[in-house]
């Protein structure tokens, strides 16, 4: 319940301080509001599915998540959000003390998602690929969502993973391909996840 807390109260001061920044006493308003509305269903989803244990472990990368990492959590959260409008449900089993938020529906039936420390439509299959994630955002904290969408659009424009990939496996012979065979398994926080755990799409 205390980390709970405590992570709604961090989204509502950052939601205020951003705010506030932006636009003054009005936005330091709007933005505890857009704080509350974000980190009111996180801070439930971390307290009711008791995501971080009371041990070392849980108090550290609680901490971790929400102060160098909190760019990363904060996205999560409104990811989370989104799922929860969606009537989602929230995956308490697996959350618990996990450190990771899971939701059971994904965004799509094909794929896991991972923003943040919110995994949507993983299973134990596929866990670890996504937990490499969640690891990589708390290693390169307020860098890692940045660098991962520099390199899409990198990769978009110009796919110079074209030079490595397996075309004989894995052809690129329609547009969709091209991103869900190409530009996807080859950024680097993909590449990195499917090394450890799972094969890319062909």
């Given at each position: 319940?205390v ?20 636009g ?5 308003l709007?933005?505890?509001v857009?704080g ?7 801070g439930?989803?971390v ?28 996205v999560?959260?409104?990811y989370?959000?989104v ?13 618990q ?6 939701v ?13 420390t919110?995994?949507?439509?993983s299973?134990?299959?596929?866990q670890r ?30 796919p ?5 990939h ?17 530009v996807?398994?080859?950024v ?15």
């Amino acid at each position: 319940m205390v980390f709970g807390i405590i992570s709604a109260a961090v989204h509502i001061v950052l939601g205020a301080a951003l705010g506030g920044w932006a636009g003054g006493t009005l936005g330091l308003l709007i933005g505890a509001v857009a704080g509350l509305l974000v980190g009111g269903p996180f801070g439930w989803a971390v307290a009711s599915a008791r995501v971080y244990g009371p041990d070392a472990r849980g108090v550290w990368l609680f901490v971790v998540d929400h102060t160098w990492s909190l760019l990363n959590t904060a996205v999560g959260a409104v990811y989370l959000a989104v799922h929860l409008i969606f009537g989602h449900q929230l995956d308490r089993t697996t959350s618990q003390h996990s450190c990771r938020v899971n939701v059971v529906e994904g965004v799509s039936p094909r794929y896991a998602t991972t923003i943040g420390t919110v995994c949507a439509g993983s299973n134990a299959g596929i866990q670890r690929h996504e937990d490499v994630h969640i690891f990589q955002g708390r290693l390169l904290g307020p860098l890692y969502i940045p660098l991962v969408l520099l390199n899409y659009v990198l990769f978009t424009i110009a796919p110079v993973w074209l030079l490595w990939h397996d075309h004989t496996n894995a052809p690129i012979n329609r547009f969709t391909r091209y991103f869900e065979i190409g530009v996807y398994p080859h950024v680097w926080n993909e590449a990195i996840a499917y090394r450890i755990q799972g094969t890319p799409p062909r």
